[in-house]
């Protein structure tokens, strides 16, 4: 597949022309992949060696470890907090 359209099926019987640019390559076989990225400049010739590899296993998922808990709620206060207050300002003329 090149940018994600299939060409054929390998091996190729001849060359693959595309536009100059960036573009994507990729083989599939029986759940196998390989992909990788080209620049193809115009007139140039770009040679290209694909590797199947089969994906990756996901992690497997262990039990859930459990949040630590939360703090302690403060009781409130029963008096008053005072909090300090700036006013500033200019005196009229």
Partial sequence: MIDGAVVGVAPLEGPVFVEAGEH?????????RAKVEVKAAMGAEVPISLVL?????????????????????????????????????????
């Fill in 53 to 93: 590899v089969a994906p990756a296993a996901p992690p497997k998922a262990g039990p859930a470890k459990p949040p630590p808990p939360l703090p302690p709620v403060p009781e409130p206060s029963p008096e008053r907090s005072l909090v300090p207050l700036v006013i500033l300002g200019r005196r009229a003329r």
């Fill in 24 to 32: 994507s390559v990729e083989a599939r076989l029986a759940g196998k």
